[in-house]
C-alpha cells in the first residue's frame, strides 16, 4: 500500500510463497483484470507472474519476472579448501541454469498464445550473451538494444562498472521510445525504465 501510494499507481499485484514475503509485485495505474502465475518454486524468493491490465487503449499485458540467482558470494563462504570450492561452484553454476532453462521454458509456454501486446521485464540474473536471454530476444525485442545507449548494466559490482542482468523485452505492437537505467539508491540493482507507444 505504501509503495503503490508513493508512486501514484493504486492498482497492483502481489505474488509471493506462504513461507516469505518475497515475490513479484506489479504496480499500474489502470486497473490489473487478472494475474496469472507463471512460475513460483517452493522453498525459493524467485517468482514470475503475468499481469493483465486494462487501459485507455486496450488491455496489455506485463509478465514480470526474477530467475533464479547464482549466489557466488554465499558458495564461495561454504568450503575453505579452494578445489573443492572451484568444483562446488561449477557443478551450482549448472543447476542455476536448469533451474532458469526450466522457468524460461514456462515464461515462453504460458505467453505463447498471450492475446495483448506484451512486455516482459525482470531480473534474468544472465548476462546478455547468455543463452537465457537469448531466447527471450528470439521471441520479443530487448528494449536496450533498440533504443538504448552505452553499456546498459544494472547491477553495479566494481564501482562505475557493472553488469546488464536486468531487462525489457516487447512484442511487436509497441514502440520502443526509450530506455534508461537509473543510478539510483533503495536497491542493489538500479531501475530499467522503458517508455513505450502503442
Given at each position: 500500500d505504501q509503495i503503490a501510494e508513493a508512486v501514484n499507481m493504486p492498482f497492483y499485484r502481489f505474488d509471493?510463497?506462504?513461507?516469505?514475503?518475497h515475490g513479484a509485485a506489479t504496480f499500474s495505474k489502470y486497473?490489473?483484470?487478472?494475474?496469472?502465475?507463471?512460475?513460483?518454486?517452493?522453498?525459493?524468493?524467485?517468482?514470475?507472474?503475468?499481469?493483465?491490465?486494462?487501459t485507455p487503449l486496450g488491455k496489455m499485458g506485463i509478465a514480470n519476472i526474477h530467475l533464479?540467482?547464482?549466489?557466488?558470494?554465499?558458495?564461495?563462504?561454504?568450503?575453505?579448501?579452494?578445489?573443492?570450492?572451484?568444483?562446488?561452484?561449477?557443478?551450482?553454476a549448472q543447476d542455476v541454469v536448469k533451474d532458469q532453462q526450466a522457468k524460461v521454458n514456462q515464461v515462453l509456454?504460458?505467453?505463447e498464445d498471450y492475446p495483448y501486446p506484451l512486455v516482459v521485464a525482470g531480473d534474468l540474473n544472465s548476462a546478455p550473451h547468455s543463452a537465457i536471454r537469448k531466447q527471450f530476444k528470439d521471441r520479443f525485442r530487448d528494449t536496450f538494444m533498440e533504443v538504448g545507449s552505452?553499456?546498459?548494466?544494472?547491477?553495479?559490482?566494481?564501482?562505475?562498472?557493472?553488469?546488464r542482468i536486468d531487462y525489457q523485452f516487447a512484442s511487436h505492437e509497441w514502440?520502443?521510445?526509450?530506455?534508461?537505467i537509473f543510478k539510483a539508491d533503495g536497491s542493489d540493482h538500479y531501475p530499467v525504465v522503458v517508455c513505450y507507444g502503442l
Open positions: 509471493h510463497r506462504p513461507e516469505n514475503l486497473p490489473i483484470l487478472r494475474t496469472d502465475t507463471l512460475f513460483m518454486k517452493r522453498g525459493e524468493i524467485n517468482t514470475g507472474i503475468l499481469s493483465t491490465i486494462q533464479t540467482s547464482y549466489r557466488m558470494g554465499q558458495k564461495l563462504k561454504e568450503k575453505k579448501e579452494w578445489w573443492p570450492k572451484v568444483k562446488g561452484l561449477f557443478y551450482h509456454t504460458k505467453t552505452g553499456i546498459g548494466f544494472s547491477y553495479p559490482i566494481l564501482g562505475p562498472y557493472g553488469l514502440g520502443i521510445q526509450s530506455h534508461e
